[in-house]
């Protein structure tokens, strides 16, 4: 541990609404995830795949980019916009990868492990990437121990969620399913944070903090502009489900 290192006191609320928006994901992700085996062509299949992986990824963002918001320090913290996009297209790709190496052809482990492994190594990527997003008078320490611990969650968690994506079927099951995938990101990201240390520098505040964005309600606002997207993309998916079920009748 440094000398005179920051405090990270995490707000509860925020820390509330980042696990509410990672199970709404992984619940909007899973429903998705259906269309990947259920493809009757290629074109289906890849639509399946780009959104249930645009839902995932972007729900494990939002959570993250949520939750780094609930890091309350005595020092003022901006994000810089360029590396907080690259963050969320990091996390996108890589969920969207994940699920078109686990979901195609037969199922395999083999290929389940392949996939959670990219997936994994670009949900930690993209925890870092936002890390490093920080714009502050202050530098960020890693405990190498625990950034390697948080890479092995973030993996453990990537396989556990593309099997679910293939293998849970049911409302209750899924929910269950979103339920603990929220455990499992939430604890990836708390895990990342643990490993890191914030020491005070002699950079002016306004130096340090120029250009990046943020703001007190900035968590609030992407919880609500997530939650928004994902009800209207589970919305849309479930509606679907029952069009096709109808016609199959």
């Not at 199922?107 to 920080?134: D, I, P, Q």
């Not at 939430?186 to 340090?208: K, L, N």
Request: with cysteine; aromatic share 6%.
């Amino acid at each position: 541990m440094h000398d005179h290192a920051i405090q990270c006191i995490h707000d509860p609320m925020l820390v509330a609404l980042s696990y509410l928006v990672a199970v709404l994901g992984s619940y909007t992700a899973l429903q998705l995830a259906i269309g990947i085996p259920a493809a009757r062509n290629q074109r289906d299949r890849t639509q399946a795949v780009l959104a249930s992986g645009a839902a995932m990824g972007g729900a494990i963002w939002a959570m993250h980019f949520i939750a780094m918001l609930a890091c309350q320090m005595d020092v003022q913290v901006t994000y810089d916009l360029a590396l907080t996009v690259l963050s969320a297209v990091i996390a996108m790709v890589s969920c969207m990868v994940g699920l078109g190496v686990a979901g195609s052809g037969v199922f395999a482990w083999s290929k389940l492990g392949l996939g959670g492994l990219f997936m994994g190594l670009g949900v930690a990527g993209m925890h870092y990437t936002g890390m490093a997003a920080m714009r502050m008078a202050a530098t960020v320490h890693y405990d190498s121990s625990v950034v390697a611990i948080s890479v092995v969650i973030a993996v453990v968690a990537s396989c556990a969620a593309l099997w679910l994506a293939f293998n849970m079927r049911g409302a209750a099951l899924m929910l269950g399913s979103a339920l603990v995938m929220g455990v499992a990101v939430c604890g990836m990201h708390y895990t990342g944070m643990a490993a890191a240390s914030f020491t005070p520098t002699q950079e002016s505040v306004a130096a340090a903090t120029a250009g990046g964005i943020g703001g007190q309600y900035l968590g609030a606002t992407i919880f609500v502009l997530t939650t928004v997207m994902l009800a209207t993309v589970l919305a849309v998916s479930l509606v679907r489900q029952q069009r096709r079920a109808l016609v199959r009748i």
